[in-house]
């Protein structure tokens, strides 16, 4: 089974509008942080934020926030007030307590910001 | 401060040659991770190492791929012989290993990436 599951391959939304990317994951680790990461058509990684799994608020981060439900399993990237340089690919990535420090990556999502 | 420096950005090579690829971490850091980037497969854990020692490999293609930390500055991700399917662009990336309850995320800094083409 697919530890980290991001099940929108591209998407697009209006430059100024919110979006939010979906990610889904699964583990039975107590303890494990989850991750959202860009990467530009440049290529470098550039992480964005974290949440943990005993956080009791949902991280922000600037424009970013992440929209954590535990029940469900979900750690949504909300991007508000879109703009153009935030075309990119985004990652969702986990890493789990009893695995080091490794994460796991889902496939991406594809954002791209309409003027 | 210098992030993760991978050499080289880029290497054409032609199957069959040894490809060696290099990385410096983030000084302090004492994790090192080498990941694959390929359209099919997505991002691939190849090896980590903590503290210089290779703690899980698993992510390894094959005995084509081999990876030394010699140092807590310096690594290497060696492919001998390679192949058209091991194009690819490769990430190194480094963290800071804590102990549990802190409040530091130990997040990955990752390289710049080095792209590999095997004709």
């Known amino acids: 089974a697919q530890k980290i599951t991001q099940t929108q391959p591209g998407m697009f939304v209006q430059e100024k509008e919110a979006v939010t990317l979906d990610c889904t994951y699964d583990?039975?680790?107590?303890?494990?942080?989850l991750f959202w990461y860009k990467q530009p058509s440049s290529g470098e990684m550039i992480f964005l934020i974290y949440?943990?799994?005993?956080?009791?608020q949902n991280a922000t981060e600037g424009r970013y926030s992440l929209n954590f439900q535990k029940a469900r399993k979900s750690a949504n990237l909300v991007i508000s007030a879109s703009q153009l340089g935030d075309s990119a690919m985004y990652f969702c990535a986990m890493r789990e307590g009893s695995a080091g420090n490794m994460l796991t990556f889902g496939g991406g999502t594809r954002l791209m910001v309409k003027p | 401060d210098a992030g993760v420096i991978q050499s080289p950005r880029h290497e054409v090579t032609e199957m069959g040659q040894e490809v060696t690829l290099r990385c410096k971490p983030i000084s302090g850091h004492n994790s090192l991770f080498w990941y694959r980037q390929t359209m099919m497969r997505g991002l691939e854990l190849l090896i980590y190492?903590?503290?210089?020692?290779?703690?899980?490999d698993s992510g390894m293609p094959e005995d084509r791929f081999s990876a030394k930390m010699p140092n807590a500055s310096f690594s290497t991700l060696k492919i001998q012989p390679s192949e058209p399917r091991d194009s690819a662009v490769y990430f190194c990336?480094?963290?800071?290993?804590?102990?549990?309850?802190?409040?530091?995320?130990?997040?990955?800094?990752f390289g710049e990436g080095s792209r590999l083409t095997v004709l």
């Open positions: 990336a480094s963290s800071l290993v804590y102990p549990a309850l802190t409040t530091l995320t130990g997040e990955l800094f």
């Open positions: 583990t039975s680790d107590p303890s494990y942080g």
């Open positions: 949440q943990g799994s005993y956080d009791q």
């Open positions: 190492f903590n503290n210089n020692v290779p703690i899980d």
